[in-house]
């Protein structure tokens, strides 16, 4: 069986963690912060699980990571 590509755009957004959970950023964290409010702001800036649902998915675009 061949070697599986590792999809270059997940391998820099995604980084596995020791149990093999894939962590992720959240998303509407980077401009138009004035009428966000800070404490929806300090949520967003602080790291999240990729879902239990799309866990397999994640592995076939990163395979060795």
């Known amino acids: ?5 590792t999809n270059r755009g997940a391998a820099k ?3 596995r963690t020791g149990s093999g959970k ?3 950023r959240r998303a509407f964290d980077n ?3 004035t009428k ?8 967003l800036a602080q ?5 239990h649902c799309d866990q397999p998915a994640m592995d076939r675009l ?3 990571k």
């Not at 069986?1 to 590509?5: A, F, G, Q, T, V």
């Not at 790291?47 to 879902?51: F, R």
Request: net charge positive; proline share 10%.
């Open 1 to 5: 069986m061949p070697k599986l590509k």
């Open 13 to 15: 957004r995604f980084k």
């Open 47 to 51: 790291g999240a699980m990729v879902a």
């Open 36 to 43: 966000k409010a800070p404490k929806r702001k300090r949520r």
């Open 22 to 24: 894939l962590r992720r």
């Open 31 to 33: 401009h138009i912060l």
């Open 62 to 64: 990163i395979p060795y």
